[in-house]
């Protein structure tokens, strides 16, 4: 394998995992903040730290966007993406080799293409695909075992336009193994990577709601957790998600969604979550409906129309 030349703009959590993972892969890895005692802190782990990114003298490199992407109330917060993504224009300019752009932070649907690329653009005067390549690579790693998470992925996602970003970034992201799936769109990888999260909320959030009910009933959640996500899980999945518009009928989950929230009443527990289950899937069955309905009337009409006409 020929080593990589990297570049890491945002040196925190994702980013010193992400840059230890290809340097213990080999690769040549310099890790840019613009925090003075974050840069020290990763000098006295003996990492070549830099508070200014220059491609002048570099060849072909990855530069891996690991910039924070917090909150603004109930927004992201992409001011210090901004900033640091501008940096990076800056440095193309000047580059005489070619650099792909990989973001990996955390970014709404939609920042590769309306926002990173633009802003690079702007700053650069290259062409996002001609002069830089640009890509989507969302991290999946967990702050409590970054380090090891990403040298042992068991998703990886690559999202380009461009047909050889993509397979420069799958020869350098594969051998870390795991399972990997490319996209076209980087939006797909942006909404993948948010959904992911937001997934992972909802279960946490469910079962935490199912747990004073289980309390109140005097059970063990923990077993009975572990077979429902054998049991629900494991029967549907990987259906998850591609039956979009079509509620959920039949016999028994609306029957038991309502009949659970009854019970719990009488408990004394409130589920907001299982009521907001049941709410989503009535508007849904109403919005469907009326689509339906809406599209039955237009063929009627259209009927007419046609009627008269011949
Ligand atoms: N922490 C996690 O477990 C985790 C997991 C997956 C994805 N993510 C995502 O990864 C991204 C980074 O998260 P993190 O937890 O590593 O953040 P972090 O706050 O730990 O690190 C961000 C680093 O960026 C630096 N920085 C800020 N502005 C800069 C600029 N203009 N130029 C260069 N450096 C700059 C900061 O000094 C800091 O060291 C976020 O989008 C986050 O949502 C985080």
């Not at 993504?85 to 932070?105: D, E, I, K, M, Q």
């Not at 063929?299 to 007419?304: E, P, T």
Request: glycine share 10%; hydrophobic share 40%; net charge negative.
């Amino acid at each position: 394998m020929q080593a990589s030349r990297i570049f890491i703009v945002g040196s925190g959590v994702v980013g010193e995992a992400t840059g230890n993972g290809f340097l213990a892969a080999g690769h040549e890895v310099t890790f840019i903040d613009t925090s003075v005692p974050r840069i020290r802190e990763l000098w006295g782990r003996g990492l070549d730290a830099r508070a200014e990114l220059d491609l002048g003298a570099e060849r072909d490199s990855f530069v891996f966007l690991t910039l924070p992407t917090p909150n603004q109330g109930s927004a992201y917060d992409l001011a210090a993406f901004t900033a640091g993504t501008t940096t990076v224009g800056a440095a193309l300019a000047t580059a005489p080799a070619h650099h792909t752009v990989v973001v990996r932070s955390t970014v709404p649907p939609g920042t590769t293409e309306d926002l990173v690329g633009p802003l690079l653009q702007r700053a650069s005067g290259k062409t996002a695909g001609a002069g830089f390549g640009l890509a989507a690579n969302p991290e999946f790693l967990r702050a409590a075992s970054a380090a090891h998470d990403f040298t042992h992925p068991w998703m990886t996602v690559i999202a380009s336009r461009d047909p050889h970003t993509q397979t420069r970034l799958r020869d350098l992201l594969a051998p870390f193994g795991g399972d990997l799936r490319t996209f076209d769109d980087p939006t797909e990888a942006e909404f993948i990577k948010c959904a992911h999260n937001i997934y992972n909320a909802t279960k946490i959030s469910f079962w935490n709601e199912m747990w004073l009910v289980a309390r109140q009933l005097g059970l063990p959640l923990d077993p009975l957790a572990a077979t429902v996500a054998r049991s629900a899980e494991a029967s549907t999945n990987p259906d998850y998600g591609i039956r979009g518009g079509a509620p959920y009928g039949g016999a028994c989950l609306p029957k038991d969604t309502r009949g659970f929230l009854g019970l719990a009443a009488t408990l004394g527990v409130d589920m907001p979550l299982l009521r907001a289950v049941v709410t989503t899937n009535d508007r849904l069955t109403a919005v469907m409906n009326s689509e339906v309905e809406g599209v039955t009337q237009h063929a009627a009409q259209q009927a007419v129309v046609d009627a008269g006409q011949t």
